[in-house]
């Protein structure tokens, strides 16, 4: 079946890294996304990963995969203000388009 | 360039009413899909629609239906209203083109509250 899950909350002070971790069910995903949503917006895409790569990195975020424990995280340097939002993982159906989601990890930081 | 775009912000509704909500995709794109997020949850897909037909539904009732036109820009119809249809409806689009199809960008969405 196909389930993504994720922690619900996260606290870190400014300044501090943080990991945000998910884990996935569908073994023939080709992409798997980190989005961001702050209140009362929509989606904003922060990066993906393709589903042959162990890591990616892109300024402050690090994407780590981790393909035989379906296991996938989020690294966030230096974190700021800024950041305190709730982030979704998601896996790209390999059947076509559709993206399933996690539940949202709320991310709180702390000045 | 423009982003993806959803009209209206906001809606009203009352149980039993039908309602149309619009988006146009992000310049150069082609496929729309539309997602479903109830308060405290994830985006849960609704379908997808490319070259103005229906290419993927999720689990969805038939109350659920939409259409694209040929500029791409699409519409999601919802009739038969249910308290439980409360919720952000998120329209995202992507290109087809084989470079690019992992690629999807959200709109800011549209509220929907059913009374």
Redesign the interface.
Known sequence: GED?EQSLFLSVREGDSSVINCTYTDSSS??L?W?KQEPG?????LT?I?SNMDMKQDQRLTVLLNKKDKHLSLRIADTQTGDSAIY?C?E??N??????????TELSVKP | DAGVTQSPTHLIKTRGQQVTLRCSPKSGHDTVSWYQQALGQGPQFIFQYYEEEERQRGNFPDRFSGHQFPNYSSELNVNALLLGDSALYLCASSTSHRDATYEQYFGPGTRLTVT
């Open positions: 993504v080709t992409y996304y989005y917006a929509g989606l904003q895409l993906y393709f979704f998601a790209k159906d059947q076509g388009g559709k993206l399933i989601f996690g539940q949202g």
